[in-house]
């Protein structure tokens, strides 16, 4: 196989990509952080670069006070006559949404919404005639009514301009009964149309399977017994591979000519593969055609090699598109320009337990990595955090000559105290794996180890179990995000580096 896998390390769920000439474009879900919706490019399938985000300004997402597990869910990029389009449903906010632009990188529209339509997962194709399709999952997350059963997978026609459906949903192929059937796309290939959806559940028994019909609107059947392939035609479950909870697909043409599908899936790690740290992550494999019918090979783990490296000094005007924020913009809570060569941010009471902590983030994308900064908490309180949400999440911070790391886990919280010079210091997390000699200590993804200071200064205050902060505890829909955080007063940031390796 000579794609790597994962593709896109670290919380970078629900991927969508499109190839327009040469060039491909890829999307992922958010969920409540923000800028929203990042967007990658890549000539070969191989090598990716963030080149912006859709959502990168007030307005465009209601997720200021989405709850968790709400906002940006399932992106699908497409592109026809000049315009790039990403339909992804708000969740629990603006509910379905339309975004477009003349380029990928941005910016892009503020986003229409499709009128009276509650669902989520949405894909995007024209017809022979033009015709708009939108086909989606029927889940309701955003009327504020019961949601009642799941609706199975839903279409309508739409005019792209307004957001006003021209039909009345119906019903299409829902899968072959496994729970949850969701992220519909579809293709035009020969002589059919091909439906590609996810079901099984977003745990273990994820998978892909497809059915196929003679135009976009169907019906659809899959072929059982009549040819066809044996669904799911994609799935890790009751497997040992190292990548589980594949689906999520989405199919593109390979620069060679060949296809590929590319998914969504999980590293589990520890002794019987129980904790996934980073959560779902976006992973690629080889895809066929074979009497008409889709068919796919496992998704199997081919980590890239070497050391990856990100550090920064904080000297440029704005900070990359990969720094996030919680239901907010890294620029609305911290500053480049208030103490220049530092990234500074004036805390206003709130903690990590807060929906709305003063937090800018960084993604872990590596199992083993390292994270440290040099902090001036002035005669404020901050520090350096790995979080999973609001009830998960273990920190080290300074403030008043005193150094405190923590660990919070669904309202149980322990913590561990070291005096500490006033001033300048150093806090790192390091993620390794476990050292104990026990099957039970080897059950674990891995250990946190949270320190202060560096060099021969530098002291570890805590070593904690890494399963808490895992998609299998947290449940939460992300992934692990290391942040620079303030509680009190202005605290200042310097040198942040950021190391891993798979």
Known sequence: MSYPNPLISGFYPDPSVVKVGDEYYLATSTFEYLPGIPIFHSRDL??????????????????ENVPTLGGAWAPTIRFRDGVFYVVVTDAMARGMLIFTTGSPSGPWSDGIVVEGIHGIDPDLAWGDDGTAYITYSGLDTTSGNDPGEHGGILQITVDLETGIPTSEPRQLWSGTGLKFP?????????????????EGGTERGHGISVARGDSPAGPFADGAG???????????????????????????????????????????????????????????????WENDWLVAEPV???????MTVFETDFDETELSPEWIAIRRFPAEVSSLSERPGWLTLSGDGSTLDDQRPHLVGWRQQHPWATASVVIDPGTGLGGLSVRYDEDHHYEIEVGDGQATARASV?????????????????????????????????????IV????????????????????????TAASFTGRVIGL??????????????????
């Not at 199997?300 to 070497?306: D, E, F, S, T, W």
Request: aromatic residues 8%; glycine residues 14%.
């Open 300 to 306: 199997l783990l081919n980590p890239r090699a070497g």
């Open 182 to 198: 969701e992220a519909p796309h579809l293709y035009q290939h020969g002589d059919y149309w091909y439906l590609l959806i996810a």
């Open 46 to 63: 191989v090598t990716w670069t963030q080149i912006g985000n859709v959502v990168d300004r007030p307005g465009q997402l209601h997720s």
């Open 226 to 288: 009549q040819g066809g392939p044996t669904n799911p035609i994609l799935s890790a479950r009751s497997t040992g591979r190292e990548i589980q909870n594949t689906g999520h697909g989405d199919l593109v043409e390979t620069p060679d000519g060949g296809w590929a599908l590319i998914m969504l899936g999980m590293r589990p790690g520890g002794m019987t593969q129980a904790f996934s740290a980073l959560g779902r992550e976006t992973f690629i494999t080889e895809a066929r």
């Open 449 to 472: 180890v949270l320190s202060v200071g560096s060099g021969d200064d530098r002291v570890e205050l805590a070593r904690v179990d890494g399963r808490y902060l895992s998609q299998e």
């Open 410 to 446: 669904a309202g149980i919280r322990q913590s561990w105290t070291a005096p500490v010079p006033s001033g300048v210091t150093t806090l790192g997390i390091d993620f390794v794996p476990s050292d104990g000699e026990s099957i039970l200590a080897n059950l674990t993804s891995d």
């Open 485 to 502: 955080y303030a509680v009190d007063g202005m605290v200042a940031f310097d040198s942040f580096r950021y190391t891993g390796n798979d």
